[in-house]
C-alpha cells in the first residue's frame, strides 16, 4: 500500500452516514485503517488516522423525519454511540471529522466559490434520477418521461424523479486527465481488479455532475445561491482534506496531504475514484496515492447493510467476547478485496481454535511452566540446539514477511502467517516434552533453554499481531515481564534477542473467552414471545418464583414502535422485525407469525426488553424481545399501546 520513503502516513476511512450506528460492515473497515494506521506507527512513520460522521443530505433528512426529530439531533445520538462504539473497539482514529463543524463548511464553500470563479462549476438544469439511499444521480439510461418509477441499479430501491436547477461541475472536462493519471499511477485504484472498472467506467464517457439541489434543504449552503445546498458527496468528500486541516490548520495540512490510502468498500470507489480525484485536479490540490476499494460481508450472500435491514451489531459480539476477537476475525476471515459471508459458527470456530486454543494455550502453557519450575524467573539458558535456532531464524524470516504485508495491506495473509509460527511453536513444545525434563536435573539448562525460547518466539510473535490485536498483545508483553508496550518499540528494533534473562513473568490471565456455539446463539428463547425472566436460584412461592424489586428493575423495558416486519422464508412462525427503541433501530424476530399479518402492525407501539442476551434465531440476530400474552393453543397477542408514545419510553 505504501512503499515510498515518505516520513508520514495518512489513512481515512469513509465518514459513515448517522442514519443509524455502524454495524459490522463499517467496523470492518475502521478496523482495517486502525491496524494499518498502527502498523506504520511502528514502522516508523508519522501517523494521521480520520475517520468521521457524513451527516448532510436527503437519506439523514429523511431518517430523522421518520423519528420525529431534527437531522442535528439524530446526528448528535448517532455520533455518540459511533464513538462509543470505536472506543470499545480500541479505534485509534486522531481525528473524528463531522462534516456539520463549522471548519469544514467553510472548507467546503471556500472550494465550491474557487471552482464558480475558475468556471468549473456552471448553473443549469438537471433532469433525471435520484437514488436516495444511495446519495446518488443515475445515469440516463432510462428517459426521464418513462411512465413509473425507475429501480437503483446499485441498491434495488425506488428512485425518485428530479427536474431542478441546479449547479453541475464540469466533471466531463476530467475524462483524459483521469485517464492519464490512472495509467502513469496504477497504484491509485487497488486491487488491480478495481483498477480496471473504474478505468473503463471513465472511458464510457464523462458527463457533468450535478452538486446542489434546491429540494434538499439539510446541507452546506451554496456560497451566495444559499436556495441551493451543496450535494452530500461533493460535501463530504471534502472532508478527507478539511479534516487534515485544509483551511483551519494548515501546517498539518501542508504535512499529511495528499493522503497515502482512503480505504473505502467497493460501493463507494466510484466516488473515490473518479468524482473526487476530478474535484481535486479542478481545485489544485495533490490527489491521493491509493484509493483502496475492499470487499464486503455479506448474510445469506446478500450485501449487509443498513437499508437491507441484515445488519450485525458488533456491540452484540463485543459485549461477550470484547474487541480483539472481532479484530482478529474480521482481518483474519477474508482476503481484503473480497466479499464474504458472515457466519456465527466461523467466528467461534477461530475464536476457541485460533485464539483460545492455539494462541492463549501455549502463552499459558509456557508461564505456567515458568513460574512452576523456575520460580516464575526466565532463567539463563544452555546453548542453543539447531532447532532452538531455527525457531529465532524463523521469526526474523517472519518479521520481514510481515512488514512487506501489513505495508501492502494484506492483514489476512499476515495473520495467517503468524498463526503458522505459533503452530511452530506448539510444536516445538510439544517435541522437546519440558514437563518430561522437569523431572530429570541434569536436563535443567535445556529445559531452561526450551521455555526461554517459546517465551522469546511468544512476545516476537505478539508484536507482530499487535497492530491488530492491541489489547490481547500488551497483556502478554505484561505477563511476560516487559517493561515497554508493544505499541512503543519501532519495528526494526524487535527482535528476538531481545528477550533476556532475568526477568520475572506474571501470573496469566485467560486472555480470550471460550465460547460454546450452543451458548452463544442461544435457544429458542428469544422467539418465543413471552419467555419468562427467571433469575438464577429464585425463591419459590407455591408455584411461582419470586424475584426481588432489584432483580426486576434491571430489565430494561421500553415503549418500541414497529418499523418494519417481514416473513422469514422458510419459517411459519415467526417475523422479523424492526423497532425503533429511542435510542436506536433494533432487529428482532418474534414467534408472532401466526397472529399477526406484517402489514396489520407496523406502526404500532408494543413492550421490549432491550437488555436481554441476544439469541440468533434461524440465521437472523435478534436483538430484543416483546412481551406478549400466550394463549392456551400457543398463540401469543400483543399488548399495544391505545395512545401514541414515543419510543423509548421507560417501562417500570
Ligand atoms: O457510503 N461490508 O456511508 P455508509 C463491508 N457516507 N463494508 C461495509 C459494509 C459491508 N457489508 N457495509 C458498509 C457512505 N461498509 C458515505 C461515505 S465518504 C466521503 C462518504 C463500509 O454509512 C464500507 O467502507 O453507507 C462502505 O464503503 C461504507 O461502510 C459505507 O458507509
Redesign the pocket.
Known amino acids: 500500500m505504501e512503499k515510498s520513503s515518505d516520513s508520514t502516513f495518512y489513512v481515512t ?5 448517522v442514519n443509524d450506528v455502524p ?1 459490522i ?2 467496523a ?2 475502521t478496523i482495517i485503517a486502525d491496524a494499518l494506521a498502527r502498523f506504520q506507527k511502528l514502522a516508523g512513520k508519522e501517523v494521521f488516522f480520520l475517520t468521521g460522521t ?1 451527516e448532510h443530505g436527503q437519506k439523514i433528512e429523511k431518517a430523522a423525519a421518520e423519528r420525529g426529530l431534527t437531522p442535528m439531533a439524530l446526528a448528535d445520538s448517532v455520533v455518540g454511540r459511533t464513538q462509543d462504539l470505536w472506543k470499545a473497539l480500541d479505534i485509534s482514529h486522531d481525528f473524528f471529522i463531522r462534516t456539520t463543524m463549522d471548519f469544514h463548511e467553510k472548507g467546503v464553500q471556500k472550494l465550491f466559490r474557487a471552482l464558480v470563479e475558475k468556471g468549473d462549476i456552471y448553473k443549469g438544469e438537471y433532469k433525471g434520477w435520484y437514488c436516495v439511499s444511495d446519495e446518488n444521480f443515475l445515469a440516463e439510461d432510462v428517459p426521464f418521461e418513462a411512465a413509473g418509477h425507475k429501480t437503483c441499479p446499485d441498491c434495488g430501491k425506488a428512485c425518485s424523479a428530479v427536474s431542478e436547477e441546479t449547479y453541475f461541475f464540469r466533471l466531463s472536462a476530467y475524462q483524459d486527465r483521469l485517464l492519464a493519471h490512472y495509467a502513469a499511477n496504477p497504484e491509485f485504484v487497488r486491487p488491480p481488479s478495481r483498477m480496471n472498472e473504474v478505468a473503463s467506467f471513465v472511458r464510457g464517457g464523462l458527463k457533468d455532475l450535478s452538486i446542489t439541489r434546491t429540494t434538499v434543504k439539510w446541507g452546506v449552503p451554496v456560497p451566495d445561491d444559499p436556495r441551493h445546498t451543496i450535494y452530500v458527496w461533493f460535501d ?2 471534502h ?1 478527507y482534506v478539511t479534516g487534515a486541516g485544509y483551511d483551519w490548520n494548515m501546517p498539518l495540512f501542508r504535512k499529511f496531504w495528499p493522503a497515502t490510502v482512503h ?3 467497493k ?2 470507489l466510484r ?1 473515490h475514484a473518479v468524482y473526487w480525484p476530478a474535484f481535486l485536479m479542478a481545485s489544485g490540490l495533490p490527489l491521493p496515492k491509493t484509493v483502496f476499494g ?5 448474510r445469506d450472500d446478500t ?3 443498513k437499508s437491507k435491514g441484515n445488519v450485525l451489531d458488533p456491540q452484540v459480539l463485543l459485549r461477550v467476547f470484547g474487541p480483539d476477537p472481532i479484530r482478529y476475525f474480521l482481518l483474519r476471515e477474508i482476503p481484503i478485496g473480497q466479499d464474504g459471508n458472515f457466519s456465527h459458527e466461523a467466528f467461534i470456530h477461530r475464536v476457541n481454535s485460533d485464539l483460545a486454543n492455539d494462541l492463549g494455550n501455549l502463552v499459558h502453557r509456557t508461564l505456567t511452566m515458568i513460574r512452576s519450575y523456575f520460580d516464575g524467573r526466565i532463567t539463563h539458558p544452555a546453548e542453543e540446539s539447531d532447532e532452538d535456532r531455527r525457531l529465532r531464524t524463523d521469526f526474523g524470516d517472519l518479521k520481514a514477511r510481515i512488514f512487506d504485508l501489513y505495508g501492502d495491506g494484506f492483514m489476512n495473509k499476515a495473520l495467517e502467517e503468524i498463526w503458522a509460527y505459533i503452530g511452530a511453536v506448539n510444536k516445538y513444545l510439544a517435541g522437546n516434552e519440558p514437563w518430561m525434563m522437569a523431572k530429570d536435573p541434569a536436563r535443567r539448562g535445556r529445559l531452561a533453554r526450551v521455555l526461554f525460547q517459546a517465551a522469546a518466539a511468544i512476545r516476537g510473535l505478539s508484536y507482530l499481531a499487535f497492530p491488530v490485536m492491541p489489547r490481547s498483545m500488551e497483556k502478554i508483553w505484561g505477563f511476560l515481564g516487559e517493561e515497554s508496550k508493544p505499541g512503543e518499540v519501532p519495528f526494526s528494533r524487535m527482535g528476538f534477542d531481545g528477550f533476556e534473562a532475568g526477568r520475572e513473568v506474571g501470573m496469566p490471565e485467560a486472555l480470550f473467552p471460550r465460547v460454546a456455539l450452543k451458548d452463544f446463539l442461544g435457544g429458542d428463547a428469544a422467539a418465543a414471545p413471552a419467555a419468562p425472566a427467571a433469575g438464577t436460584g429464585p425463591k419459590k412461592e407455591g408455584n411461582v418464583d419470586i424475584i426481588t424489586y432489584d432483580e426486576f428493575r434491571r430489565m430494561d423495558l421500553r415503549v418500541a414502535r414497529i418499523l418494519k416486519a417481514e416473513r422469514v422464508a422458510g419459517a411459519t412462525k415467526i417475523l422479523k422485525l424492526d423497532v425503533d427503541i429511542g435510542t436506536e433501530t433494533r432487529q428482532m424476530v418474534a414467534g408472532i407469525a401466526e397472529t399477526y399479518a406484517p402489514e396489520d402492525i407496523v406502526g404500532k407501539s408494543l413492550i421490549v426488553i432491550v437488555n436481554l442476551k441476544p439469541a440468533v434465531i434461524r440465521g437472523i440476530e435478534s436483538q430484543a424481545m416483546l412481551l406478549a400474552a400466550v394463549t392456551g393453543d400457543n398463540k401469543a397477542l400483543i399488548p399495544f399501546f391505545d395512545r401514541d408514545l414515543p419510543p423509548g419510553t421507560p417501562v417500570k
Open positions: 476511512t469513509p465518514i459513515y452516514y454495524h460492515g463499517h470492518y473497515t457524513d463530504a468528500l472532508n480505504l473505502v468498500g460501493d463507494i466516488f475492499h470487499g464486503w460481508w455479506l450485501k449487509m447493510s
